[in-house]
């Protein structure tokens, strides 16, 4: 239930009472990384449905930006991804989520799509290297 008055700062940033900090276009940040190996898998937004699905199905769910559409992660393939924790940052506004790959995150096939490092002394634009993951 919502508080009936504003959550003051202090209340916001400690206090027990969830009250996600949606930005202007109604989103939140989520990082979902690995629950064990904590290797970042995927970083995406949600709205306020798909964060009250991903906490109601126990799968993680997002908002497409570019199909404006709500979207299971593996609704399509099956790789969905399931939530065995989701912590919030100390004003509300963005999220981590560890959680259970069912298989590759990325669309591209990749475990994660965090899959290429930015090489620091390249002085040209080929500067992704392909890491491990």
Request: proline residues 5%; glycine residues 6%; aromatic residues 6%.
């Amino acid at each position: 239930m919502p508080p009936s008055a504003p959550l003051t700062s202090q209340e916001r940033e400690t206090g027990s009472h969830f009250a996600p900090k949606f930005d202007s276009n109604g989103l939140l940040t989520s990082v979902v990384v690995d629950a064990v190996t904590k290797e970042v898998l995927v970083v995406a937004f949600m709205n306020e449905q798909s964060l009250a699905l991903t906490r109601s199905t126990g799968n993680v769910h997002f908002w497409s930006r570019s199909r404006n559409a709500l979207w299971m992660k593996g609704q399509t393939s099956g790789n969905v991804l399931k939530v065995e924790e989701i912590r919030v940052d100390c004003d509300q506004d963005a999220l981590v989520i560890a959680a259970t790959p069912a298989g590759p995150t990325c669309h591209t096939g990749e475990a994660s799509c965090f899959y290429r490092a930015l090489d620091l002394k390249a002085e040209d634009a080929n500067a992704l290297v392909r890491v491990k993951t």
